[in-house]
């Protein structure tokens, strides 16, 4: 069975540094990889994915993740945080094969970006 | 584009009503649907999911049940709610299954209904 790990709940950022939201996975097989971002009392927005090829994501709002396989992560991150992209981060995964595209996601890393 | 609605928004029922919630697609064919409740503002649930009209399959045993009586219509149902089954409700659209059963498509969340149990 698949998993997905966000070790932090919580991410405080200082706004003009730079943020890593971090995301561990476990999956059989090649996984698919997500990013989801949710604001209060929203659906999720899709941020990026990664299915195969470059192992840096660039994707909405100037967000990027890297795909480190040896490592099973994919971690979120921006060069330059602002104050809008406080928010719950999502990180969610499905196997290559064998598991249809049932999504797994993280419990969420709560990102609070500070003046 | 492809569009994703839900309602109501919000609802507060009692103990033992039943429940309706419904979820509709515009912009495209034969998406896969799926339901998911988010309880204390964190993780997501994976409750049903639908690879086509009248396909239903469950993912956790619980008082609820879905159903998918047209191409781009998802309802999510009780007979009698419990406190439990507070919470927010999202509906979500794509990843398109492969006969082969795989899949690189996103989903798109629909904005959710809070449920609240009295």
């Known amino acids: 069975a698949q998993s997905v790990a966000q070790p932090e709940d919580q991410v405080n950022v200082a706004e003009g540094n730079p943020l890593t939201v971090k995301c561990t996975y476990s999956?059989?097989?090649?996984?698919?990889l997500f990013w989801y971002v949710q604001y209060p009392n929203r659906g999720l927005q899709f941020l990026l994915k990664?299915?195969?090829?470059?192992?840096l994501v660039k994707g909405s709002y100037g967000f990027e993740a890297e795909f480190n396989k040896s490592q099973t992560s994919f971690h979120l991150k921006k060069p330059s945080a602002l104050v809008s992209d406080s928010a719950l981060y999502f990180c969610?995964?499905?196997?290559?094969?064998?598991?249809?595209?049932?999504?797994?996601f993280g419990t969420g890393t709560q990102l609070k970006v500070e003046l | 584009s492809q569009t994703i609605h839900q309602w109501p928004a919000t609802l507060v029922q009692p103990v033992g009503s039943p429940l309706s919630l419904e979820c509709t697609v515009e912009?495209?064919?034969?998406?896969?649907l799926y339901w998911y409740r988010q309880a204390a503002g964190r993780g997501l649930q994976l409750l049903f999911y639908?690879?086509?009209?009248?396909?239903i399959s469950s993912e956790v045993p619980q008082n609820l049940s879905a159903s998918r009586p047209q191409d781009r219509q998802f309802i999510l149902s009780s007979k009698k709610l419990l406190l439990s089954d507070s919470g927010f409700y999202l509906c979500?659209?794509?990843?398109?299954?492969?006969?082969?059963?795989?899949?690189?498509?996103?989903?798109?969340f629909g904005p959710g209904t809070r449920l609240t149990v009295l």
């Open positions: 969610a995964v499905t196997p290559y094969t064998g598991g249809g595209n049932k999504l797994t």
């Open positions: 912009g495209t064919s034969n998406p896969n």
């Open positions: 990664y299915i195969t090829g470059d192992n």
């Open positions: 639908s690879v086509g009209i009248g396909q």
């Open positions: 999956v059989s097989g090649n996984p698919y």
């Open positions: 979500a659209w794509g990843g398109s299954f492969t006969p082969s059963g795989t899949s690189t498509d996103t989903q798109y």
